[in-house]
């Protein structure tokens, strides 16, 4: 695959998941409680398995979708700008990856105040920012392994 191939379907993961987060977004947890779809059911599954940990009511299923989704976007975007521009040093690409995955969950939870049902929550955004940092932070350590060995 050409770099300007590997360039261009980075950054089409990117946009794809960007996508399924503003997706995501567009719905409230009781939207996705109801019928029988992959999401509603691992959902369940995963509110049951909660519940004795957490206490009955606690939704940790919701903080768990937020930080999982950016651990993946910060994946993503440090992918994206590594193949962009692989001569920038890492730690500012992965800064920048962190840095542009925080703007996108601050956008996500202002998209969130026109979703009925939805609500802006700062918690919400430091956690997609923490995920974001996680995931970048570990691509990070990988690429710098793999180009070391």
Not at 22 to 50: E, Q
Not at 83 to 105: C, H, K, M, N
Request: net charge negative; hydrophobic share 50%.
């Amino acid at each position: 695959m050409s770099s300007s191939a590997k360039v261009a379907l980075s950054w089409v993961l990117v946009a794809a998941w960007a996508a399924f987060i503003f997706f995501m977004s567009a719905h409230t947890g009781s939207d996705l409680d109801d019928g029988a779809g992959l999401v509603a059911n691992i959902k369940r599954w995963l509110s049951v398995v909660a519940a004795p940990v957490f206490g009955e009511g606690t939704d940790v299923v919701s903080v768990a979708a937020h930080f999982c989704e950016y651990v993946v976007l910060g994946v993503l975007v440090l992918g994206a700008l590594f193949q962009t521009r692989p001569e920038v040093r890492l730690p500012l690409l992965t800064i920048s990856a962190i840095g542009l995955a925080s703007l996108y969950g601050a956008s996500d939870e202002f998209h969130q105040l026109f979703v009925p049902g939805r609500l802006c929550d700062p918690a919400d955004w430091l956690t997609d920012t923490l995920g974001a940092t996680l995931g970048a932070t570990a691509t990070a350590f990988s690429l710098r392994r793999r180009f070391r060995d």
